[in-house]
């Protein structure tokens, strides 16, 4: 059974930091592309950052440019987030999710984990 286990939101100050990791069971996960979704209370989910399944492309929403950095280790299965200058409007249930990079969309989703940015 395919698992995606997210890690590291909590509550943050605004202008500080955090780290979300990834814990996938994919295999081979070098053939995941992989994403880092977000939603917020009220809102639809969007994505927040894509990452090619060799790690060589990346994509960034561009409420993200500059602030957030996406990584993948293909030797350790897992999926980071990297979330710096965090803003009020970045607090949101973060899901990482999965798609075999032949497949049209993301089928495997974790459960989130919640991130608050208090201002």
């Known amino acids: 059974q395919v698992q995606l286990i997210e890690s590291g939101g909590g509550l943050v100050q605004a202008g500080g930091s955090l780290r979300l990791s990834c814990a996938a069971s994919v295999r081979p996960f070098s053939s995941y592309e992989m994403g880092w979704f977000r939603q917020a209370p009220g809102k639809e989910r969007e994505v927040v950052a894509r990452?090619?399944?060799?790690?060589?492309?990346?994509y960034y929403a561009d409420s993200v440019k500059g602030r957030f950095t996406i990584s993948k280790d293909n030797a350790e299965n897992m999926l980071y987030l990297q979330m710096n200058s965090l803003k009020p409007e970045d607090t949101a249930v973060y899901y990482c999710?999965?798609?075999?990079?032949?497949?049209?969309?993301?089928?495997?989703w974790g459960q989130g984990t919640q991130v608050t940015v208090s201002s």
């Open positions: 999710a999965a798609r075999w990079y032949l497949s049209n969309d993301y089928r495997h």
């Open positions: 990452i090619s399944s060799n790690g060589g492309t990346k």
